[in-house]
């Protein structure tokens, strides 16, 4: 009504499986929010690391990375090649092994179908950051735009890009889940059979 924006800073939890926002605040402000980011300071490079985590509307798929320069103010800047210890890529969950297809050449492919009706069991539809969350806690990608490491190692060190966007997109296409639109909000539901 206002035409205003309400910022809230939350510390995340301290564990290494769940970086989620501190306490039953955190809990609502997930709920609430319209976008979600998370900030780490990477040293001693002394950069600071921006990712979008949840979003109902609009995903920023890169990651940002800002410095503060002499007068005090954030400048955009480069990934800094030493990015130090506090760079969560190494403590990636692996994936689940109950949505990976393994193809009889060698390949493998994940079970686009069963990953988001699992996500969406029991609900009519769901708001898009309530979809994400859930299909990333059910299959085990840790952050929505990530090379998983984790993932690379088990199968056999292939480069995979690993991207929460490509199986949503992958989803929308196969016609497992369909977007529908209400009071200019992004809802997901199960796609009619």
Not at 51 to 80: A, C, H
Not at 123 to 150: C, D, H, T, W
Request: aromatic letters at 8%.
């Amino acid at each position: 009504d206002k035409e205003c924006c309400i910022a809230c800073v939350l510390h995340q939890n301290k564990s290494g499986e769940d970086h989620n926002l501190r306490g039953w605040i955190g809990t609502e402000l997930m709920n609430k929010a319209f976008e979600i980011y998370s900030c780490e300071k990477l040293m001693p490079a002394r950069v600071f690391k921006l990712e979008q985590t949840q979003t109902r509307k609009y995903d920023i798929e890169p990651i940002m990375w800002y410095k503060v320069d002499q007068q005090g103010l954030p400048v955009s800047t480069n990934k800094p090649a030493d990015c130090g210890s506090n760079d969560s890529q190494d403590k990636l969950p692996q994936l689940a092994q109950k949505y990976i297809v393994h193809e009889e050449d060698g390949g493998w492919h994940i079970d686009i179908s069963k990953l988001f009706l699992d996500a969406l069991q029991g609900e009519e539809e769901i708001g898009g950051a309530e979809l994400r969350s859930r299909v990333m806690q059910l299959s085990g990608i840790a952050v929505p735009f990530k090379y998983n490491k984790v993932l690379q190692e088990q199968l056999s060190g292939i480069a995979v890009p690993f991207k929460y966007n490509k199986v949503l997109q992958e989803a929308l296409e196969q016609k497992v889940i369909e977007k529908v639109e209400h009071d200019n909000r992004t809802f997901y539901r199960p796609a009619p059979f």
